[in-house]
């Protein structure tokens, strides 16, 4: 797995990270030591998630075979990728060296992510390409990925990009320094495991943060 945050200015998006999150970067806009990895792309605000699969050949075969969009995989030094059903479904075939057998996913890092479907058949579509293993979720309608590291979830409700949820040590502390740093973010809400938070940065980027329960 390896997400991308998009911003229209890298430098001022890497600083409002590094003041929120501690990043820091390579020369080549990677965040150093994340796990799983990220990194940063200019462009319109947003993020991308890209989801790892053994063959992305195969998988743009049996998505289209399944009713859904994807042009061919085009190759780059981390490996293989496409950008599927309008760029809402990201896979990745790593080169040999860049994939990660067990994330971290400690402070910092990416810690969670819900897949936002429009309805049932691209949630089944969704699953037979990617080999997901899915149980009854906390939420109506959501579903959680049991299979995946991070963890993960779906949720059938509009169609979108995946959220990212970033793990904090303390949930109320990083949501002022988001706010301090220009952001915005919202109230704090339960869920299964803690806290979480929905977030923008500076320019417009949606995030989450999350904290696990004590105890």
Request: hydrophobic content about 35%; proline content about 6%; glycine content about 12%.
């Given at each position: 797995m390896y997400y991308v945050i998009r911003a229209p200015d890298l430098v001022r998006a890497k600083d409002f990270y590094a003041t929120v999150f501690g990043w820091t970067y390579t020369d080549d806009s990677h965040i150093q030591g994340s796990s799983p990895a990220g990194g940063f792309a200019e462009g319109e605000p947003g993020t991308d998630l890209y989801l790892e699969v053994p063959d992305?050949?195969?998988?743009?075969?049996?998505?289209?075979?399944?009713?859904?969009?994807?042009?061919?995989?085009?190759?780059?030094?981390s490996g293989w990728s496409c950008q599927a059903e309008g760029g809402l479904l990201a896979l990745w075939q790593p080169a040999e060296g860049?994939?990660?057998?067990?994330?971290?996913?400690?402070?910092?890092?990416?810690f969670y992510y819900v897949v936002p479907v429009a309805d049932d058949a691209v949630k089944d579509r969704y699953r037979a390409v990617l080999g997901w293993e899915l149980s009854t979720g906390s939420h109506s309608n959501g579903w959680n990925i049991d299979n995946s590291v991070p963890r993960g979830g779906v949720f059938v409700d509009h169609a979108g990009r995946p959220d990212l949820y970033f793990r904090v040590a303390d949930i109320?502390?990083?949501?002022?320094?988001?706010r301090h740093a220009g952001g915005t973010a919202g109230?704090?809400?339960?869920?299964s495991a803690g806290r979480h938070a929905a977030c923008r940065?500076?320019?417009?980027?949606?995030?989450?943060?999350?904290?696990?329960?004590?105890g």
């Amino acid at each position: 797995m390896y997400y991308v945050i998009r911003a229209p200015d890298l430098v001022r998006a890497k600083d409002f990270y590094a003041t929120v999150f501690g990043w820091t970067y390579t020369d080549d806009s990677h965040i150093q030591g994340s796990s799983p990895a990220g990194g940063f792309a200019e462009g319109e605000p947003g993020t991308d998630l890209y989801l790892e699969v053994p063959d992305v050949k195969a998988a743009v075969a049996r998505l289209r075979e399944l009713g859904g969009e994807a042009p061919d995989p085009v190759r780059s030094a981390s490996g293989w990728s496409c950008q599927a059903e309008g760029g809402l479904l990201a896979l990745w075939q790593p080169a040999e060296g860049y994939a990660q057998s067990s994330p971290k996913c400690a402070e910092g890092d990416l810690f969670y992510y819900v897949v936002p479907v429009a309805d049932d058949a691209v949630k089944d579509r969704y699953r037979a390409v990617l080999g997901w293993e899915l149980s009854t979720g906390s939420h109506s309608n959501g579903w959680n990925i049991d299979n995946s590291v991070p963890r993960g979830g779906v949720f059938v409700d509009h169609a979108g990009r995946p959220d990212l949820y970033f793990r904090v040590a303390d949930i109320d502390e990083a949501a002022q320094r988001i706010r301090h740093a220009g952001g915005t973010a919202g109230d704090t809400q339960p869920n299964s495991a803690g806290r979480h938070a929905a977030c923008r940065d500076d320019q417009g980027v949606r995030f989450s943060i999350s904290s696990l329960r004590e105890g």
